[in-house]
């Protein structure tokens, strides 16, 4: 399975994006879509999580801000990210685990003035 990410770019303190991560193949249950971001020399870290049985998690530093979707039946998976903080500057990326594990290319996202 192929992931391309699309949505990223700059945007002012405050403002939204909305990143889309689409793949390509069948999609098996059970499933597990996520959403990643990873700053130059750091660890990368789970943003947002949502499996075929509806579980959703988010990372603290995220919720009440971002929202993790997906439309199957286009292939696609979304995060909405409303109130950017310039702490949320990173590359994101999307990755999805069922028969196996693909991520995406990754899409740098930047919250400056």
């Known amino acids: 399975v192929q992931l391309v990410e699309s949505g990223g770019g700059l945007v002012q303190p405050g403002g939204s994006l909305r990143l889309s991560c689409t793949w390509s193949?069948?999609?098996?249950?059970?499933?597990?879509m996520s959403w990643y971001r990873q700053a130059p020399g750091e660890a990368r870290e789970l943003v947002a999580l949502m499996t075929s049985g509806d579980r959703i998690n988010y990372a603290d530093s995220v919720k009440g801000r971002f929202t993790i979707s997906s439309d199957n039946a286009k292939n696609v998976m979304y995060l909405q990210m409303n109130s950017l903080k310039p702490e949320d500057t990173d590359v994101y990326y999307c990755?999805?685990?069922?028969?196996?594990?693909?991520w995406g290319q990754g899409t740098q996202v930047t919250v400056s003035s």
């Open positions: 990755k999805l685990q069922g028969l196996g594990e693909s």
């Open positions: 193949g069948s999609l098996f249950t059970p499933y597990v």
